[in-house]
């Protein structure tokens, strides 16, 4: 008999980083999908956009994201630190926003950081 579906796992398993638990929570409560207990209730929508939010959420965080160890009792699990590449998790992440209409709002982060012309203050 197969394990009950779990969306909090289907979201964590979407990418190879590794995300808080309440990251995770948030982004299927955003998303509305905090509730599915089934696979085949997902669209494919769905899945692509939670996938592009856990990618956006990579993209927001620091370029490398320290390792850490989960343990209780005598079991022990380390994560290695993971190191991000804004440029590709940003053409991944908007090409999908983009196929479903959700770009508007992201269309200026990639040129966050803008030279001002010092010759306008003085």
């Given at each position: 008999m197969a394990d009950e579906f779990d969306i909090y796992?289907?979201?964590e398993g979407l990418?190879?980083?590794v995300f808080d638990k309440t990251v995770i929570e948030r982004i299927a409560l955003d998303r509305g999908v905090s509730e599915v207990t089934s696979?085949?209730?997902l669209t494919q929508r769905d899945k692509d956009l939670l996938l592009a939010d856990l990618l956006y959420t990579?993209?927001?965080s620091p370029n490398m994201m320290a390792n850490h160890t989960h343990?209780?009792?005598s079991y022990s699990k380390t994560v290695g630190?993971?190191?991000i590449n804004r440029d590709e998790l940003y053409q991944i992440f908007m090409g999908i926003y983009r196929r479903y209409g959700e770009d508007e709002l992201l269309d200026g982060i990639a040129g966050r950081v803008k030279?001002?012309?010092e010759g306008k203050f003085f």
């Open positions: 796992k289907y979201i990418t190879g980083f696979y085949d209730s990579a993209y927001c343990q209780h009792g630190s993971q190191t030279w001002i012309d």
